[in-house]
Every structure is written in C-alpha cells, then in structure tokens.
C-alpha cells in the first residue's frame, strides 16, 4: 500500500523515534509499504517518521543505481532501532533531496564512515562499518530519526534562500508526483 509521505512542517518530522520490539504490530507489511512508497516517490531511502510513524525503522534500495554503481545491484535493506556508535573518515560534500523536502537539493557534508548497530527485518542484530555512498544515505535517514533533516546541516545563508520553498510547504503546497501529508489543515 502507497502511504503518505509527511511533508516539511508536519510535527512528527522533528520529534526523535523510539526503538521497537520483535513484535511490533505488522511490521513486516509495514516494511513493505514502505519499500512500495519509496519506490513509487522514486527515493533510495524512506524512514518511519516520514510517512507519520515515531519509530526506529527505516528501508533502503540502491537498486536504481547499480548500473552507474554495480555493487548496489540488489541492494535493498531494513534498518531497524539503528544507532550511529561512530562516524570518523574524510567529510565529503554531496548534493542531497529529501522526499519530504520536494524541490529542495543542497550540499551537505558528511563523515564518509560510520559504524552501525541495527536489528534486520528478522530481527537479528548486526554491528557494522559502512563507507562511503551507503553511509551517507544511512545518515540522512538516521537524521529523520533523530528529529533532523537534511536542511539543518547547511549554512544559515543558504536556509534563508530556501525560505521561500519551506513557508510554502508549511502552507500546504508542496509540488510532487508522489501521495503527500503537508502540515495544512483539510
């Protein structure tokens, strides 16, 4: 099922997710939906906070890019309660999107290594160090869980020329090929 993807403005966005157990209802149609949505919004990572839940679970598919990358061929992976224990390497500049950011593209740096512990969809735990576009895509994600997003990690100036993009999501209007949930009141 196509969920709604919540929209700059919409509370839920800057509030941190909690960890979830083993038996968290539905989980496994939930992580569907999610891969579905993502899919659909044509997004290569998608975290519960972004279509209204408040919980540690977020889904990736590199798979788009595997002919320009083919060692993301068949990568698409669940992270569930993951946790940031280090981030250290070089910091790169990259241009990032947000699927609850539409229209909106900057460059944010970011640690190019991270070592992680997070539990698969079967909820096995796993602990380990991720490099390179991987961790800056993890990242990004583990900010939404955080209560973060992806505009915070860029300059004051450059906040203030987006402004006028971010009053008008905040005002409902958000301009996207894909189901969303702005922070107007229907």
Same mark, same amino acid.
């Given at each position: 099922?196509?969920?709604?993807?919540?929209?700059?403005?919409?509370?839920?966005?800057?509030?941190?997710?909690? +960890?979830? $157990?083993?038996?968290?209802?539905?989980?496994?149609?939930?992580?569907? +939906?999610?891969?579905?949505?993502?899919?659909?919004?044509?997004?290569?990572?998608?975290?519960?906070?972004?279509?209204?839940?408040?919980?540690?679970?977020?889904?990736?598919? *590199?798979?788009?890019?595997?002919?320009?990358?083919?060692?993301?061929?068949?990568?698409?992976?669940?992270?569930?309660?993951?946790?940031?224990?280090?981030?250290?390497?070089?910091?790169?500049?990259?241009?990032?999107?947000?699927?609850?950011?539409?229209?909106?593209?900057?460059?944010?740096?970011?640690?190019?290594?991270?070592?992680?512990?997070?539990? +698969?969809?079967?909820?096995?735990?796993?602990?380990?160090?991720?490099?390179?576009?991987?961790?800056?895509? *993890?990242?990004?994600?583990? +900010?939404? *869980?955080?209560?973060?997003?992806?505009?915070?990690?860029?300059?004051?100036?450059?906040?203030?020329?987006?402004?006028?993009?971010?009053?008008?999501? *905040?005002?409902?209007?958000?301009?996207?090929?894909?189901?969303?949930?702005? $922070?107007?009141?229907?």
């Amino acid at each position: 099922m196509i969920l709604p993807i919540y929209v700059y403005g919409q509370p839920i966005l800057r509030r941190a997710a909690a +960890d979830i $157990s083993a038996d968290y209802p539905d989980l496994k149609q939930l992580v569907a +939906d999610m891969f579905e949505t993502m899919g659909k919004a044509d997004g290569v990572g998608l975290a519960a906070p972004q279509v209204g839940l408040p919980i540690r679970v977020l889904v990736i598919d *590199l798979t788009p890019l595997a002919d320009e990358h083919p060692e993301f061929k068949d990568f698409r992976k669940t992270y569930i309660n993951a946790h940031i224990l280090e981030a250290d390497g070089d910091e790169t500049a990259m241009e990032e999107g947000c699927l609850s950011l539409p229209g909106i593209h900057e460059t944010v740096k970011r640690l190019n290594r991270i070592r992680l512990r997070y539990h +698969d969809e079967e909820f096995t735990l796993h602990e380990e160090v991720i490099e390179g576009y991987l961790a800056r895509v *993890l990242q990004h994600e583990l +900010d939404h *869980l955080e209560g973060k997003m992806f505009i915070d990690h860029i300059s004051p100036l450059r906040k203030q020329m987006i402004k006028g993009k971010l009053n008008a999501m *905040l005002k409902g209007k958000a301009h996207c090929n894909y189901k969303v949930k702005t $922070s107007r009141k229907s």
